[in-house]
Each structure stands twice: as structure tokens, then as C-alpha cells.
């Protein structure tokens, strides 16, 4: 999986981030957003007027989810811990 830089250039996304956007599109059936600066990281899926987005930090030389948050219309709904994946998930495709 790759992400295009301003300039045009592909990016390489690290390998565990690559891993829980596919989870993401599984599980979604949506196409997930990578976005990466330096030692953060973040994917966002988007599902009817709700977004889950997965926050990441890099850390003693690997990636690690710091915490998942939905946003309801853009607004701050449901922040769930780095262990709660699942549960964000549930929350997202409730209806």
C-alpha cells in the first residue's frame, strides 16, 4: 500500500498500518484515508455520517495504536482505547 506525498511521490506505508487499514475496508467496505507526519499516523473510514479514525504513534522503533475516536458530522462522538478496536468498530457500523 502506498500514499502520494504533495510532490507526486508514492510514500510506503509501514506494514502494521497497511494491516489495520485492510481491516478497516473489510469490515467498512469503505476505502480507508492514511494520512502520516512523522511519528504519527492516522486512518479514517467513513460510514453513513459517522467516521472512525485510528490514531497511531511511533515508538522505541514500531508502530502502535494509540487510541480510536468517532466522529459524528464531523463532531467528536466516542473515544475507545488502544484495546477497544473492536468495540469502535461495533460503535460505527451500529445503526
Excluded at 473510514?45 to 514500531?62: H, I, Q
Aim: glycine fraction near 6%; charge should be positive; avoid cysteine.
Amino acid at each position: 500500500m502506498t500514499q502520494r506525498a504533495e510532490s507526486g511521490r508514492a510514500l510506503a506505508v509501514p506494514q502494521v498500518i497497511a494491516s489495520y487499514a485492510t481491516y478497516l475496508r473489510t469490515k467498512t467496505r469503505a476505502e480507508p484515508q492514511i494520512s502520516l507526519s512523522g511519528s504519527r499516523a492516522e486512518i479514517s473510514a467513513g460510514v453513513r455520517d459517522r467516521t472512525l479514525v485510528l490514531a497511531f504513534g511511533y515508538r522505541k522503533y514500531e508502530w502502535s495504536l494509540d487510541s480510536a475516536e468517532i466522529l459524528h458530522d464531523d463532531e467528536h462522538a466516542m473515544t475507545f482505547g488502544r484495546h477497544e478496536l473492536t468495540k469502535a468498530v461495533a460503535a460505527l457500523l451500529a445503526i
